[in-house]
């Protein structure tokens, strides 16, 4: 996928934020006044074979919060995209920042989190409220009272998954 964006100006002198996103052979124009418009966040991680966290018998409770979390950030209006190394390598080529952090720091470096194309983080998964603030919702109040609930729940999810393993039971990862 390949996003191009500009600012403009309407007749009013009001700014917008224009996106333009190619993908699946579709291009898809949206215009955003600058008033509304949220950072683009975008997090590469390293090969995964589940973005859940649970693979085999193994949960990794770091995936399980961070796939929570960008669930319950996204619903709020974020635009927070997971790219895998495993099954989305052409977004790690097409994105300079990511392809340059990968010749110099190699997967090993992984996650990378960048803010509209710009690095912002290496080495970990950010938490919810780095991530709030980032997606430019911190501060909004909404969904603070639910983040323990809706927390809780990720991990009965992930503890019910453990035993039907999006990796066929092979425990892949």
Not at 82 to 97: C, G, K, M, W, Y
């Amino acid at each position: 996928m390949t996003d191009t964006t500009a600012t403009g100006e309407l007749a009013e002198g009001r700014t917008t934020l224009t996106v333009i996103r190619a993908a699946e052979g579709r291009t898809t124009l949206t215009v955003i006044p600058a008033a509304e418009a949220r950072p683009r966040v975008e997090v590469f991680e390293p090969a995964l074979c589940c973005n859940t966290g649970v693979c085999g018998d193994d949960v990794d409770q770091a995936l399980v919060t961070f796939t929570a979390d960008l669930t319950a950030l996204n619903s709020r209006g974020a635009d927070i995209v997971r790219h895998n190394l495993a099954n989305d390598p052409q977004a790690f080529v097409d994105t300079p920042a990511v392809a340059d952090f990968l010749r110099v720091a190699g997967s090993a470096g992984l996650p990378l989190t960048l803010v509209d194309g710009i690095t912002v983080a290496t080495g970990g998964y950010p938490d919810r409220a780095t991530l709030e603030r980032l997606a430019g919702l911190a501060g909004s109040g909404a969904g603070h009272e639910q983040a323990g609930h809706e927390q809780a729940g990720a991990e009965q999810t992930g503890a019910e998954q453990a035993g039907t393993s999006c990796c066929g039971g092979s425990g892949c990862c």
